[in-house]
């Protein structure tokens, strides 16, 4: 569903909301390619990415390397390109959104994994509105400009066999159980 046709196209600008981004996974790497590309023959096009922040626990540290990833392999450094949506606001991005140039929208299913690209059905409407890409530009701007610029390690995780072990209260992130 994704097209690097898609991302290629972007003469201006590129924004993308995601829960995450695999980039080392083979059909993510030719997306971030086409991105790439598309930035080698437009030095001015800006490229922008809001992430949701790696969920406390053993799959912390290997999220947080791919986020940190992007920058030296496809020059997506964090803070200046990447950015973590802040979990103030929202604990997950399901938003999976893409505007190019301020006039196209794909708003879809599709997380950036090679599962999602590739073995899933997915489910996404590319849009050809400029209204609807400024409201979601609106919605994106809202999520850059209060993203974290740098991923700092988790706080401990408080609901966790350790919790259990010191008895007492057990604090939860209603964010975490909400339903979204």
């Known amino acids: 569903m994704l097209s690097r046709g898609l991302l290629a196209s ?8 995601q829960q995450y981004i695999r980039g080392t ?4 790497v030719k997306l971030l390619e086409a991105i790439r590309g598309a930035r080698s023959r437009n030095r001015k096009l800006e490229i922008r990415i809001v992430l949701a922040r790696p969920l406390p626990g ?20 964090l803070g200046t390109h990447v950015r973590i949506l802040n979990p103030r ?7 999976k959104l893409i505007i190019v140039d301020t006039e196209k929208v794909l708003r879809s299913s599709q997380n950036w994994s090679d599962s999602a690209l590739v073995k899933n059905r997915e489910a996404g409407l590319l849009i050809t509105y400029p209204a609807l890409a400024r409201y ?35 604090r939860l992130n209603w964010g975490d159980y909400a339903d979204v």
């Open 58 to 77: 053993s799959r912390f540290e290997k999220e947080a390397a791919a986020i940190r990833e992007l920058g030296p392999h496809f020059g997506l450094g």
């Open 10 to 17: 972007a003469t201006k600008s590129i924004v993308i909301e």
């Open 89 to 95: 606001y929202f604990v997950h991005c399901d938003n």
């Open 136 to 170: 979601f530009s609106d919605v994106f701007e809202f999520d850059w400009s209060s993203g974290l610029r740098i991923l700092a390690a988790p706080k401990p995780q408080l609901f966790g066999p350790k919790a259990f072990a010191a008895g007492g209260m057990v």
């Open 25 to 28: 996974q083979p059909e993510v």
